[in-house]
């Protein structure tokens, strides 16, 4: 008799599941009814090939087998796709001012838990890398509607010149806060490079400051908000 118990919970759940169904299926027959030779299943139980079932086929034997799909699926998956196909973006516990500045020590020492994507999302958010990303929440209104408070928003922190004018979270020697930046023409070498600094919200004037003097963390490249 082969050992179950060397399996991975995902599997043993697929052996169950036939043990106990109406009807005769065997791993071989719930392999031809996924168009798969009679081995296919028998090989991915006891040969790790495949190593995790395609979600679809996933649904079609649960179907089959009249069980809930989840038993299916590996522990570590989430959002539809296993843990070594997916990127964390660490989600930072400070909450960036869309109107009130909320202070901050240190950017980077902030307490955080990890959203995770798929590799193929994080690609098209951010081509050219994944290691500068970060995840905080918005607070406030000055951003409307733009950003709305409670919204989430991804930052790019390896982006944090604003050579091109756009949304950025920074230190504006007040707090923290998210804003549309502009670089601005200095009037002449004695002055001080300064940037202009927006909110989206016509409630609340623009102001400028000496880019010297503020400390800008990163682009906002993606937003998320809850209906």
């Known amino acids: 008799m082969t050992n179950t118990s060397t399996l991975s919970p995902e599997r043993q759940a697929l052996l169950q599941a036939i043990a106990h169904a109406k009807g005769d299926w065997t791993l071989a027959s719930l392999s031809r009814a996924l168009n798969r030779n009679a081995a296919y299943l028998h090989q991915y139980l006891h040969r790790q090939s495949p190593r995790r079932l395609p979600e679809a086929e996933r649904h079609k034997i649960a179907a089959l087998l009249t069980i809930d799909e989840a038993r299916l699926q590996p522990?570590?998956?989430r959002f539809g796709t296993s843990e070594d196909e997916t990127i964390r973006i660490p989600f930072l516990d400070i909450?960036?001012?869309?109107?009130h500045a909320s202070?901050?020590?240190d950017f980077a020492e902030a307490?955080?838990?990890n959203w995770q994507f798929t590799k193929e999302i994080i690609t098209q958010i951010a081509p050219y890398g994944q290691g500068n990303l970060r995840l905080i929440k918005v607070r406030g209104d000055s951003m409307?509607?733009?950003l709305e408070d409670g919204d989430v928003i991804m930052i790019d922190l390896a982006n944090n010149t604003p050579h091109q004018p756009g949304t950025f979270v920074l230190d504006d020697g007040q707090g923290l806060v998210?804003?549309?930046l502009e670089l601005l023409t200095p009037e002449d070498e004695a002055n001080p490079q300064k940037i202009r600094i927006c909110?989206?919200?016509k409630a609340y004037a623009p102001y400028r400051r000496a880019y010297q003097d503020i400390r800008i963390i990163g682009r906002v490249i993606w937003m998320a908000r809850a209906f």
């Open 75 to 77: 522990p570590t998956e």
């Open 95 to 99: 909450e960036s001012a869309a109107g």
């Open 103 to 105: 202070h901050i020590d």
């Open 111 to 113: 307490t955080q838990t």
């Open 144 to 146: 409307a509607p733009q």
């Open 178 to 180: 998210v804003k549309h």
């Open 199 to 201: 909110s989206m919200n």
